[in-house]
């Protein structure tokens, strides 16, 4: 079965930009959840969403939003971008509890 | 919050060798994941431990929950340079969904 789709791979945006990323999950998965990793702070956890609803959200600026569509399609959009949010975003599909996470590739966001 | 430390922070071994790392959470295990990371790419799911005292293998990989002390070890018997990379635990904190990880453990393998 199809793995779960990040696009766009790469990305180059310039500060006060904003920016949407796109993940589509494993068909059947109805959680998705979105996370940044940098060198410095490594995984950080950034939301969940369940059904089209946030389930969970981690500690970041209100810059960072997202949304699920009713098909489980998530996007994260980062408004009025820093130099700070160069990073690697990953989404992760879930089944539901007794499963693991499966990961997509990436989105690599560069900020100049 | 919960954290998770990671040791050693980065691994050389020979080809062949076996190695064992380590996971340890600041609070209670729920359930403990083992992903391996390429740089720059997307993690690649290895493990689930949710039980204490559990243990699971893929391979020449396997994993280890102590509930006790909070911790989780991986031990890769016989080393291959395709086991090269970075090996990340998650951990579920209770609130389900949401998974904290550490920093990462940097592994080489010498030919």
């Known amino acids: 079965k199809a793995g779960v789709t990040q696009t766009p791979r790469y990305l180059i945006k310039t500060r006060g930009q904003q920016v949407t990323l796109s993940c589509s999950p494993i068909?059947?998965?109805?959680?998705v959840s979105w996370y940044q990793q940098t060198p410095g702070q490594g995984l950080q956890f950034l939301f969940e969403y369940f059904s089209e609803t946030q389930r969970n959200k981690g500690n970041f600026p209100g810059r960072f939003s997202g949304r699920q569509f009713s098909n489980s399609r998530s996007e994260m959009n980062v408004s009025t971008l820093e130099l700070g949010d160069s990073a690697l975003y990953l989404c992760?599909?879930?089944?539901?509890?007794?499963?693991?996470?499966?990961f997509g590739s990436g989105t690599r966001l560069t900020v100049v | 919050s919960q954290e998770l430390e990671q040791s050693p922070q980065s691994l050389i071994v020979q080809e062949g060798k076996n190695l064992t790392i380590n996971c340890t959470s600041s609070k209670t295990l729920y359930g403990l994941y083992w992903y391996k990371q390429k740089y720059g790419e997307g993690l690649i799911f290895l493990m689930m431990l949710q039980k204490g005292g559990e243990e699971k293998s893929h391979e020449k990989i396997t994993a280890k929950l102590d509930e006790k002390k909070q911790q989780s070890s991986l031990h890769i018997t016989a080393s291959q340079p395709s086991h090269a990379g970075i090996y990340l635990c998650?951990?579920?904190?209770?609130?389900?969904?949401?998974?904290?990880f550490g920093k990462g453990i940097t592994l080489s393998v010498r030919p």
């Open positions: 992760a599909s879930w089944p539901g509890p007794g499963y693991g996470y499966t």
């Open positions: 998650g951990a579920d904190s209770g609130a389900n969904s949401k998974l904290t």
């Open positions: 068909s059947g998965h109805r959680s």
